[in-house]
């Protein structure tokens, strides 16, 4: 785990004060608002599922109360994020397993672990996918999917990046002081390269548009990849 302060002290704190329920609905966009919803992860029944980078777990919540899979585990590498979950869904054990840890070495130690990675505006957006999508191919079983959200275009309205080039965003450490963190807002075509790289296949990536009008709203890319399915791991 990394000693360096937890730059995710703040974020959701306020609404985890006030709002507790577990969501009825599974949002994709950035706004939190619009269609497609949990039907783009298919049939859960039975299946092994991780959130990654799952903050206060809303997500993993919903899936875990209203579907049916084997276990949801959501993964956070902040133990600010990690303590809001369990304080809000702890009580969803054991379909939902709450796993502070970062996302790259917990895929890493999981071989065939999981049918389904997700992630919404979560590990993928700030951690190198050169380290994160090699280790979710790996973590993924034969046949199993990759479904992630992320940003289409900076929130300020600059396009995405035409290169694995990552930008660093403003942050506040837990002490308040300023400081920033990487954040990965890729171009479509970036994102499958890295996926192909990665041995993923069947890559569908598709333009969420902002449904509101608000300002620092954003497009999402909604951007889904499949472990090929006649693979023999060493
Ligand atoms: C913008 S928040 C999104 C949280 C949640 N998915 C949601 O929709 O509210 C990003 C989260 O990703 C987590 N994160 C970023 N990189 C990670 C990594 N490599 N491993 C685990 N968690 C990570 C952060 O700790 C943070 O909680």
Redesign the pocket.
């Known amino acids: 785990m990394t000693t360096t302060p937890d730059l995710?002290h703040q974020?959701?704190r306020a609404r985890a004060a006030t709002d507790r329920a577990v969501p009825e609905a599974f949002y994709w966009d950035w706004g939190q608002e619009g269609e497609p919803g949990a039907e783009v992860l298919g049939d859960l029944t039975g299946l092994r599922v991780a959130?990654?980078?799952?903050?206060?777990g809303?997500?993993a919540a919903h899936l875990a109360a209203r579907h049916r899979p084997e276990r949801v585990d959501a993964?956070?590498?902040?133990a600010a994020?990690h303590a809001i979950a369990t304080d809000l869904y702890g009580h969803l054990a054991p379909r939902l397993r709450l796993v502070h840890?970062?996302?790259?070495p917990?895929l890493r130690s999981a071989p065939n672990g999981y049918d389904v990675l997700y992630?919404?505006?979560?590990?993928l957006?700030?951690?190198d996918p050169r380290d994160?999508l090699p280790a979710a191919a790996v973590a993924l079983r034969p046949g199993g999917r990759l479904v992630f959200a992320t940003l289409a275009h900076y929130l300020g309205g600059e396009p995405a990046e035409a290169d694995v080039t990552n930008a660093d965003i403003l942050a506040k450490r837990p002490d308040g002081q300023p400081t920033t963190m990487r954040r990965w807002v890729l171009q479509e075509q970036v994102w499958t390269g890295l996926l192909v790289e990665a041995g993923l296949i069947d890559i569908a990536v598709d333009l969420l548009p902002a449904l509101s009008e608000r300002a620092r709203t954003a497009g999402t890319l909604l951007v889904a990849a499949s472990r090929p399915t006649d693979v023999t791991r060493k």
């Open positions: 995710w974020y959701g959130d990654l980078g799952a903050g206060a809303r997500h993964i956070d590498a902040s994020q840890a970062d996302v790259v917990h992630s919404a505006f979560g590990a957006d700030f951690t994160l």
